[in-house]
């Protein structure tokens, strides 16, 4: 299953991602990727992901992983660049002040107040969103999360502990 943050790697340099999808394939067919035949060692499906869910909330403990069984030996000059790159928009997709609206892609929550979540989706949250609106989804929910009100197609998936 891919995590937060899936991107692409490309034999070029070129990093290939977007801020509201989690899984490869459909990164893939975003950017109309030939995944089949010659091509296939010309890109590689990588993640940036801290160990464990908890630690979402804190970059430092982010690392750059390769989701495939193999690596062509291209990759190894762009790791560096690809973790710096992902380090730097990941990091602003952590949302630990309060906000009026998020929307638009993926986000991490801690400590802080979300007015309102529309056409976006909170991976993680530790914090509190005051209504959930249409396209809006919070993947889960930690200890001292609170969601106040799920209105036109919001969605709340879990709870943790």
């Keep these: 299953?891919?995590?937060?943050?899936?991107?692409?790697?490309?034999?070029?340099?070129?990093?290939?991602?977007?801020?509201?999808?989690?899984?490869?394939?459909?990164?893939?067919?975003?950017?109309?990727?030939?995944?089949?035949?010659?091509?296939?060692?010309?890109?590689?499906?990588?993640?940036?992901?801290?160990?464990?869910?908890?630690?979402?909330?804190?970059?430092?403990?982010y690392y750059l992983r390769v989701d495939e069984d193999s690596t062509p030996e291209w990759f190894e000059k762009y790791k560096d660049y690809v973790t710096e790159r992902l380090k730097d928009f990941v990091s602003k997709r952590i949302i630990t002040s309060n906000q009026k609206i998020l929307t638009g892609g993926l986000y991490v929550v801690k400590d802080c107040i979300i007015d309102k979540l529309k056409e976006a989706n909170i991976i993680y949250l530790q914090g509190t969103v005051q209504k959930v609106l249409g396209g809006g989804t919070v993947q889960e929910v930690w200890d001292g999360g609170t969601v106040q009100k799920v209105m036109d197609g919001g969605t709340v998936n879990g709870v943790k502990k």
């Design 1 to 61: 299953m891919c995590k937060f943050y899936s991107a692409i790697v490309m034999e070029n340099g070129d990093l290939l991602h977007n801020e509201n999808l989690m899984s490869h394939e459909d990164i893939i067919d975003f950017f109309n990727i030939n995944d089949f035949g010659i091509n296939c060692d010309k890109f590689v499906r990588i993640e940036f992901a801290p160990d464990a869910d908890v630690n979402y909330p804190n970059i430092e403990k």
